[in-house]
C-alpha cells in the first residue's frame, strides 16, 4: 500500500524556521518526482517546490531563497526547510509522488502550518 506522511507542522513565529518531513512507503522512491504543494483557507492548492531522484529543484517565486526541498533516497523521505516564515505561509501544506513514466500520483494527508505571533 502506497503512503505518504507528512510530518514536522505546528505553530512557528514570522521569521522562524520549520523543517516538514513526508516519509514514504510503497514505492520505489528512486522513480517518483517528489513535491510539495499547500492550500491556505480559501485557496487553491498552490505548487511549491519539486525535486527529481537525480535531486535536480525548482520553486515558486514566493519562496525560492526561503524554502529548500531535498530528499534522502535510502530513507524514503522528501523535506521542505522553510526559513523567513510569513503570516502568509500559513497553510496546510502536502507532499506529492508522480512516477516519472506512469504519472500514478499520490497525496500525503498534509500537516498543518500556522505563522502567528
Known amino acids: 500500500q502506497v503512503q505518504l506522511v507528512e510530518s514536522g507542522g505546528g505553530l512557528v513565529q514570522p521569521g522562524g524556521s520549520l523543517r516538514l518531513s513526508c516519509a514514504a512507503s510503497?514505492?520505489?522512491?528512486?522513480?517518483?518526482?517528489m513535491r510539495w504543494y499547500r492550500q491556505a483557507p480559501g485557496k487553491q492548492r498552490e505548487f511549491l517546490a519539486a525535486?527529481?531522484?537525480?535531486?535536480?529543484?525548482n520553486y515558486v517565486d514566493s519562496v525560492k531563497g526561503r524554502f529548500t526541498i531535498s530528499g534522502d533516497n535510502a530513507k524514503s523521505t522528501v523535506y521542505l526547510q522553510m526559513n523567513s516564515l510569513k503570516p502568509e505561509d500559513t497553510a496546510v501544506y502536502y507532499c506529492?509522488?508522480?512516477?516519472?513514466?506512469?504519472?500514478?500520483?499520490?497525496w500525503g494527508q498534509g500537516t498543518q502550518v500556522t505563522v502567528s505571533s
Open positions: 506529492n509522488a508522480v512516477h516519472i513514466k506512469t504519472l500514478n500520483t499520490y
Open positions: 525535486i527529481t531522484s537525480g535531486s535536480s529543484t
Open positions: 510503497g514505492i520505489i522512491f528512486s522513480s517518483y518526482g
